[in-house]
């Protein structure tokens, strides 16, 4: 569980135990967020909730609930764990606000420094009437009001898979580099380019596929299969259109840094790991993804990684392979090949 996530519970569990808060009740649903004590203050029946990120999804199971990928489902509570994407919480907003019964209660819960005052002002055009609460370094939004219902159709539209400007590639808000393809990534692809792959290969962290693509497109390629493993479902769903044209591909929803099931499978690995939870940095986050690569590569498999430049991961690397070289540098860049 990220720190802002944390956070956010912290601060449901503190706003549902004062008295002069107004008991969650009737038909709920909870967009995103993970299980904890402040589902105990919930006057209702097991909740839908929605859930997208493979971590979360293994904790609301684990909690007897089976989340959702999608709803349109009328409530009488939505409880709205926003994220740090602008456009996707107002997609959210959008979308689910007109799922709300008549008199129906919306409640956001939000880190200050996940753009909570953007937040409040969106919130705020959209309904009425809204009662603002602070604790635990987060901002809560809670409201009975009606909606703008032209504001919220619009907003509901900004969800759209679409193409990336000037490219061939569809994505959503809320996934990593929804609106722009990502520079180390391409500093990559056109290494990649350059290689020759064949056999069986992993994408950790595979976002819309845009790296197994670029492999899949080389020049010499004898490659009998690559699996996508992606955190994020709309990610992995946007990734299965973008490579539908391409048969040897399989798509693993997954958390790859509770392990990947696999090892001494692969012949080769592609990755540009993430460093952030949330809005915290997390160098251990990638270097688990580097971990996960050296055990799931076979004996002299070899690790493709973009990174940015000060991320120490070279240590690691040396560890965990046999020898490494740096196979480029860019706009704040550094690809690595690593040999297992």
């Given at each position: ?44 029946d ?120 000037d ?16 520079k ?18 992993a994408?950790l ?113 040396r ?8 196979l ?13």
């Amino acid at each position: 569980m990220s720190q802002a996530t944390k956070l956010s519970a912290s601060a449901l569990k503190y706003y549902f135990e004062q008295d002069e808060v107004a008991k969650p009740c009737g038909k709920t649903l909870i967009v995103q967020g993970t299980p904890g004590t402040w589902l105990d203050y919930l006057e209702c029946d097991t909740p839908d909730v929605l859930s997208y990120l493979a971590n979360e999804n293994a904790q609301w199971q684990q909690a007897g609930v089976t989340p959702l990928q999608n709803s349109d489902e009328k409530y009488d509570l939505i409880i709205h764990f926003a994220t740090k994407f602008a456009t996707e919480n107002l997609s959210s907003l959008g979308k689910l606000s007109q799922q709300l019964n008549p008199n129906g209660r919306w409640i956001s819960v939000v880190p200050n420094k996940m753009g909570a005052s953007r937040l409040k002002k969106d919130i705020k055009k959209l309904f009425n009437e809204v009662e603002t609460c602070s604790k635990s370094k987060c901002r809560i939004f809670d409201t009975y009001s009606t909606i703008d219902a032209p504001l919220a159709r619009k907003w509901a539209s900004l969800g759209k898979i679409k193409a990336i400007k000037d490219t061939e590639f569809l994505t959503t808000p809320g996934i990593f580099s929804a609106e722009k393809i990502d520079k180390g990534s391409q500093l990559l692809a056109e290494i990649l380019k350059k290689e020759s792959f064949y056999g069986s290969g992993a994408d950790l962290g595979a976002g819309y596929g845009f790296l197994s693509k670029s492999v899949l497109e080389t020049p010499r390629n004898r490659i009998r299969e690559i699996v996508l493993y992606e955190l994020d479902k709309r990610a992995l769903d946007c990734a299965q259109q973008n490579l539908a044209d391409h048969d040897k591909t399989l798509f693993q929803w997954c958390d790859v840094t509770a392990g990947t099931h696999h090892e001494r499978k692969f012949d080769w690995v592609v990755m540009n790991p993430p460093f952030h939870e949330a809005q915290d940095q997390s160098y251990e986050l990638g270097k688990t993804f580097i971990r996960e690569a050296a055990r799931i590569l076979k004996p002299g498999g070899g690790l493709y990684l973009v990174a940015n430049l000060h991320l120490p991961y070279e240590e690691l690397i040396r560890t965990e392979f046999r020898s490494h070289k740096l196979l480029g540098e860019e706009n704040g860049f550094k690809c690595i090949f690593a040999r297992a």
